[in-house]
């Protein structure tokens, strides 16, 4: 997949992992109060390898301060899913910023059909066209905990 590139400021969005540390990535993860916290690092850089990431990178030195992921088959449709900024760069239009690059990437912009799910930022996922579903009864999910998941992750990460 060709990568993309947006610059506002001293902010870049990025689709290109190169260069990138994607620990230190995973690990903005690790640093939010919420449902992810606990999750183990190398689950989230292998989550991250194997989706369409836009990285947010701060300044010269191309400090990752947020990214989103975008778990996609490219044509018919994408799970938009780890909207992260970092602590500190909370509140400067971060979120806003990657979102706008979605809504202009090529493949995303005119995609079918995009999901997401998120317990209290309806109003930030409201500005780029997202409805809640118009018929929940259509949808599915099979929910494993989320330590049963990890423990899963770590015992079979190599197989
Ligand atoms: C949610 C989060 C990604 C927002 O990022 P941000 O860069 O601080 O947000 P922005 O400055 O781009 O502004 C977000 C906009 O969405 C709105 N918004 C709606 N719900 C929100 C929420 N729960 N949190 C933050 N902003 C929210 C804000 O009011 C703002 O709108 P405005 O510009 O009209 O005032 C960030 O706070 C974060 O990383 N939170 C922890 C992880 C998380 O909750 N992720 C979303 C789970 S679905």
Redesign the pocket.
Known sequence: MQTYTWKRGDFTVTTDPSGIDLKKAAALIAR?D?CCKDRPLDLTVKAIQNSETFFCLAGENREVV?FVRLITDYATAAYVTD???APE?????????IFSCIMEHPVFCKLRRML?????????YA?YDFKPVAHPEEFMERLIPYDEAYAHFEKNKNA
């Open positions: 939010q919420w947020g909207v992260n900024i760069y909370k509140g400067r239009g971060l979120s806003k910023f997401l799910c998120t317990p209290d930022a309806h109003g930030l500005k």
